[in-house]
């Protein structure tokens, strides 16, 4: 009696874990190029959404073809986990997506993990489009988070994404570890990971290499974490482009720590427009860094002005104070290894060095300062110009 009591209650187990599970190969989804499997993927996720207790989808391995997908709230449960062993595969004709703005995307969810897969966006062709100076469409990020909170993104891959790879926008409460971020160097627009309007966001043990920023951090982001990235190809981590609106939100509580840069355009980076805001810049931490043959290992710029359109002979309203550089060390590949270049009317202060250690063939680098005001301690080459 034991016996047939303890087969039932393991019987029941297995019936219940079973039905938690939601495989989207059951809702239609086929592992070939040949089919659209994106309305398996969207039925699967109204199921879990309607679930009122915890649920997984199941991606199996395969290769799946999809089209622009949205996974919306809110949901019944706040805890819905997508665990990915296949790759997700958009259309190779770029044109299919590009006009979408994304190609997957999380709208107003809460307690979502996802886990594993790989997410190629096979951008190479809108990327040549772009290179040719052809009109063409800005494409699709890849991955978006919108207006979402508890999110947590585990073991991705993400290829070739037509723009950016994975955006956080919106967002409370994000936490991204493992992942690898890959498209050609020369490939237009494909930031890694792109953050803004978000608070409480962590990003760690992530090896990233693009044709733009590894991670850019937009307006109304606080309290950000970045931790043990690997960055290059790319443009490296950068705070901004700040400023391009008049009333703008601003940015602070930010900590790079334990980053290496590899061949890239920047190091750490804060940019702002050359024109009035009221946005800032503000109690910001890069430390433990490690740079190798980086062109701008150090550098914020609030001259940008693309194209010489909108902003010339202005001065950035963005006002960047409290940064803190900290165990900094490698090779530049330009003579310039720090440069400040701030605002005339908002200089830069509270700008402190700490052991920073920077050389360009294997000679002292250069340091570059205008209307910027801080103090230096430790080691610090190139000496100070601040």
């Not at 939100?249 to 980076?269: H, I, L």
């Not at 490690?290 to 902003?311: L, R, S, T």
Request: hydrophobic content about 35%.
């Amino acid at each position: 009696m034991a016996l047939h009591k303890t087969l039932f209650i393991l019987f029941l187990f297995l019936t219940l874990a079973s039905a938690s599970t939601f495989n989207v190969v059951d809702f239609g989804a086929k592992p070939n190029i040949g089919t659209d499997s994106s309305q398996a993927f969207e039925e699967a996720w109204a199921s879990a959404c309607r679930a009122t207790t915890a649920v997984s989808i199941y991606v199996p391995k395969g290769r799946f073809y999809v089209k622009s997908i949205a996974f919306e709230g809110p949901c019944n449960n706040n805890d819905i986990t997508i665990r990915i062993d296949g790759t997700l595969l958009a259309p190779s004709n770029y044109a299919v997506i590009a006009n979408s703005g994304n190609w997957i995307t999380f709208k107003r969810v809460d307690g979502v993990n996802v886990f594993g897969g790989v997410l190629d966006a096979q951008g190479f062709g809108l990327w040549a489009c772009k290179n040719s100076k052809s009109s063409c469409p800005s494409g699709a990020t890849s991955l978006e988070f919108s207006n979402s909170k508890n999110i947590m993104v585990s073991g991705l891959t993400s290829l070739n994404s037509q723009m950016f790879h994975i955006v956080i926008n919106g967002c409370q409460n994000v936490k991204a570890q493992g992942l690898k971020i890959s498209a050609a160097g020369n490939s237009p627009n494909t930031d890694g990971i792109h953050v803004a309007l978000s608070s409480t966001v962590t990003i760690l043990n992530s090896i990233i290499g693009t044709g733009d920023d590894c991670i850019s951090i937009g307006p109304g982001t606080s309290n950000l974490w970045i931790e043990n990235v690997a960055c290059g190809p790319g443009h490296g981590i950068s705070i901004g482009s700040l400023g391009r609106e008049v009333q703008e939100d601003g940015v602070e509580n930010v900590t790079v720590k334990s980053a290496t840069f590899t061949n890239t355009q920047n190091g750490v980076r804060i940019k702002t427009w050359g024109k009035p805001s009221n946005g800032f810049a503000r109690s910001v931490i890069f430390q433990d860094i490690v740079m190798v043959n980086v062109e701008n290992p150090i550098i914020i710029d609030q001259n940008y002005c693309p194209d010489n359109k909108g902003c010339p002979g202005q001065d950035s309203g963005v006002k960047i104070s409290d940064v803190t550089y900290r165990n900094i060390h490698g090779t530049s590949a330009t003579q310039v290894a720090m440069k400040f270049d701030c605002s005339s009317k908002f200089p830069c202060n509270d700008i402190t060095l700490e052991d920073v250690e920077l050389s360009y063939k294997n000679e002292a680098a250069e340091a570059s300062c205008s209307h910027a005001e801080g103090s230096a301690a430790g080691l610090v080459q190139p000496s100070s110009c601040l």
